[in-house]
């Protein structure tokens, strides 16, 4: 199958470079990163569905849709440049350009992402300022980008994995920010992804659909979609493998590579949730369709309730099959079975004798593990997200100040 690398930085496949800074974007702390591909490269991506879409998304559209390919994508964090019109806009193009300009590439090989305060405009200057600074820069197994994406993340988000495809050793490395406004409907966080595996476009993006939907939209920190984040996977081609498609006797082990990079950097993303002190893990079984185990799964994790009842380790079983039946209206109420770690809470809708401090030790847990079976069919998904505490309200309330 695959292994997971020890070194977890965005450059690990052949083919990428990558570098990030201080540009005076934020007071401190690096703002302004820069990954690069040394050849042009296969591309997919996903956005947010806000309707407020950011000046950089319409941008990185616009790149991906005129050759399926980009060669760099240029990301700042401090300033979300959403709701800031025609001139946001034009920021936008002149990063994408001024980037384009110092590779020597087409302005359409650029991808734009940014993150943070909504309503602002982007220091230009400093910016041109930084991109004149950071080109140089750019190196194998550089580590400033990941910190260069970060809002209030505590911590950077890396993984990479490879595995053998033709007898080619193939790479994919992730990395990601998100710790607030995490309600992923496509894809509400800045997630990138690299592989130096031979694969197309349409492949590419075709695959990581189905991922976002089994990982990165599975994950719920607040309830919030943001204006701006996006996920983009790059692909260099350079490993030497046979083309990747659903026909390519070793497509399932690249698929099984690619997915554990998506759920392992969601997952990441809820731990890391502002304030939270708990990864929440809910898998639902048992369903009557796959869809339907999703909406459950989301509706428990997504629950302040159950988040709060987390926090203070009380095992409030009724707050779990509530927030169930509202995800899931049609299900059957007399069928479903609920476990808080390996401890049967429920059975066949009603309450079992359980130990309250055995369940404690569980609710205390790094990660606190939720099964439900609904008894219905065949369907299964697994959510995850954080608990809620008073530290993500502190965050919160003084954000912009």
Not at 165 to 183: E, L, N, P, Q, Y
Not at 330 to 357: C, H, K, S
Request: charged share 20%; hydrophobic share 40%.
């Amino acid at each position: 199958m695959f292994s997971v690398a020890s070194d977890a930085k965005i450059t690990f496949p052949n083919g990428f470079v990558a570098a990030g800074m201080h540009a005076g974007i934020k007071r401190k702390r690096p703002d302004l990163g820069l990954l690069v591909c040394e050849v042009p490269a296969s591309v997919a991506a996903v956005y947010t569905t806000n309707a407020f879409q950011a000046a950089p998304l319409k941008v990185t559209q616009e790149s991906l849709g005129a050759g399926r390919r980009i060669q760099a994508i240029v990301v700042n964090s401090g300033i979300a440049n959403a709701c800031t019109g025609r001139k946001g806009l034009e920021d936008a193009y002149q990063m994408r350009k001024k980037t384009a300009d110092l590779l020597g590439i087409p302005e359409h090989f650029v991808a734009v992402a940014s993150t943070g305060v909504i309503g602002e405009y982007l220091p230009m200057e400093r910016v041109e300022q930084g991109l004149d600074q950071l080109v140089p820069r750019l190196q194998k197994g550089d580590d400033k980008f990941a910190q260069a994406i970060l809002t209030t993340d505590t911590c950077t988000k890396q993984v990479a994995v490879e595995l053998q495809i033709d007898g080619k050793c193939v790479r994919i490395a992730g990395v990601a920010k998100g710790s607030g406004m995490i309600k992923p409907n496509m894809a509400t966080m800045l997630a990138f992804i690299t592989t130096d595996a031979v694969i197309d476009s349409d492949v590419l993006q075709s695959l990581l659909w189905k991922e976002t939907d089994l990982s990165f939209n599975m994950i719920t920190v607040d309830g919030d979609t943001s204006t701006n984040d996006m996920v983009i996977t790059m692909a260099s081609n350079l490993a030497g493998n046979q083309p990747l498609g659903r026909n390519h006797p070793e497509w399932n082990q690249f698929r099984a590579a690619f997915a554990y990079v998506c759920e392992e950097l969601a997952k990441m993303i809820a731990r890391d949730g502002e304030g939270a002190t708990r990864l929440i893990e809910v898998k639902v079984a048992g369903a009557g369709s796959d869809e339907t185990a999703r909406k459950v799964a989301k509706a428990v994790v997504g629950s302040n309730l159950v988040k709060a009842a987390i926090y203070g380790a009380d095992a409030n079983w009724g707050r779990i099959v509530c927030a169930a039946g509202y995800g899931a209206p049609d299900l059957n109420a007399d069928a479903v079975e609920v476990r808080l770690g390996e401890i049967p809470v429920v059975r066949e809708g009603l309450p079992l004798p359980f130990d309250e401090l055995e369940a404690e030790k569980e609710l205390k847990k790094e990660t606190v593990r939720i099964t439900l079976d609904l008894h219905q069919g065949n369907g299964c998904a697994t959510a995850w997200g954080c608990d809620l505490t008073y530290e993500y309200v502190r965050i919160n309330a003084s954000y912009r100040t």
